[in-house]
């Protein structure tokens, strides 16, 4: 069973979440940027992980003040297990990309809930510097996130009528 936590183990444990989340979308997003069968993906993706390296350093630097260090517990543990898993077969077919590009995608939504809880958190707590981090964080995310989701469309429909012109082909 999980142990219960508020104040500043509870800021500690988003911090230490955050980061552990944050490091799989950056080693995700390097599996991708090669292994996307969409170059418009592997595009955007790189450029996705450029700023996604950026906010893994900034929440390295703020966790810091709350003892976080990227210990993963249980919900980014399973995420971080999870990516790991379907990244490795990302290069094997576009199929398992899509499944990668999916965990990517979730990822970064859990990042943007995750921002939101810290921007209002940060504020009342009157820290200026972590709720402006969290707020951009948030917005990139989202951001990342609409973009990811576009695309993860597009894979699905090259996917699936590949599949079927196989198939009419025969």
């Not at 297990?81 to 995608?105: C, D, G, N």
């Not at 970064?108 to 209002?120: E, F, L, N, V």
Request: charged share 25%; with cysteine; glycine share 6%.
């Amino acid at each position: 069973m999980a142990e219960a936590k508020q104040g500043q183990s509870f800021i500690q444990h988003e911090f230490d979440e955050a980061i552990v989340v944050q490091r799989c979308i950056v080693e995700a997003e390097r599996v991708l940027a090669e292994a996307h069968p969409l170059p418009e993906a592997k595009t955007a993706i790189g450029k996705l992980m450029k700023n996604d390296e950026k906010a893994l350093q900034q929440l390295t630097q703020l966790g810091e003040r709350f003892g976080a260090t990227g210990k993963a517990e249980e919900v980014a543990g399973s995420m971080q297990e999870l990516s790991s898993m379907v990244t490795q077969t990302a290069k094997e077919a576009p199929s398992e990309a899509y499944e990668a590009h999916a965990v990517l995608l979730n990822m970064m939504r859990k990042q943007q809930d995750s921002s939101g809880a810290m921007a209002k958190i940060a504020q009342e707590m009157g820290d200026k510097e972590i709720k402006a981090a969290a707020t951009e964080m948030q917005k990139m995310s989202k951001q990342g996130a609409e973009e990811l989701s576009t695309l993860l469309s597009q894979l699905a429909v090259q996917i699936a009528t590949d599949g079927q012109q196989a198939a009419s082909s025969r």
